[in-house]
């Protein structure tokens, strides 16, 4: 893109091409060179728009866990409706798409982004805490509602289902596993758990 032309929505394509760069060539490769080449503009305008390539691997997380407590707080929200079991299902479904698989798979790979999250009060695998901390909340209201067994530990069950879920969806060549095995595994951690 020739200087001095102005990109519309400079975050979003950045994170945009980002995204595109790991999924199809995973954490390794990703750079600020990548992304920049990626998005089709200078290298120069990432780093007008952040610190450093951490700083935007950062914003990145941020911006994408969002969405997973945007989701989180829907699910908490169906709480004495329909199944249990669907809605954590369908929950973990949603969260283990690509490129949070590739997102978690960023973080455990560098140091500096695991730092920026933890100050920017992230810490841990951000994705996976956010995921869990959604599944607690809902889990919780469930019990709340009765649907869940009184003295059930819904901070022991939503960790479970997340390691599950990861180990479940991640480093598949196949494709996402079927509905009715992440459905399995869902009734085998809360079967136990559920109230009537």
């Known amino acids: 893109m020739p200087t001095g032309v102005a990109i519309r929505d400079v975050r979003a394509q950045l994170f ?3 995204e595109r760069v790991l999924l199809r060539d995973g954490a390794a490769a990703l750079t600020s060179r ?7 503009c200078a290298k120069g305008v990432l780093h007008r728009h952040f610190a450093d390539f951490d700083a935007f691997l950062c914003e990145l997380i941020l911006d994408r866990v969002g969405g997973i407590d945007a989701r989180g707080a829907t ?9 249990v079991v669907d809605h954590l299902t369908d929950a973990l479904t949603a969260l283990f798409t690509p490129v949070a698989l590739s997102l978690v798979t960023l973080i455990t790979f560098r140091d500096g982004l695991r730092a920026r999250l933890r100050a920017a009060g992230r810490p841990g695998v951000t ?10 909340a809902y889990l919780g209201a469930e019990r709340t509602a ?9 901070d022991t069950l939503a960790l479970t289902l997340v390691g599950t879920g990861h180990l479940l969806f991640a480093g598949r060549d196949d494709g996402p596993p079927a509905r ?11 079967g136990g758990a559920l109230s009537g």
Request: glycine share 12%; net charge negative; charged share 20%.
């Open 16 to 18: 945009d091409a980002a």
């Open 34 to 40: 990548a992304v920049t080449d990626e998005a089709g």
């Open 75 to 83: 699910l908490a929200g169906s709480a004495g409706t329909g199944s």
């Open 127 to 136: 994705v996976l805490a956010q995921a869990t901390q959604a599944l607690i």
């Open 146 to 154: 009765g649907r869940i067994a009184s003295g059930a530990d819904v």
């Open 180 to 190: 009715a095995e992440v459905r399995r595994i869902v009734e085998s951690v809360v």
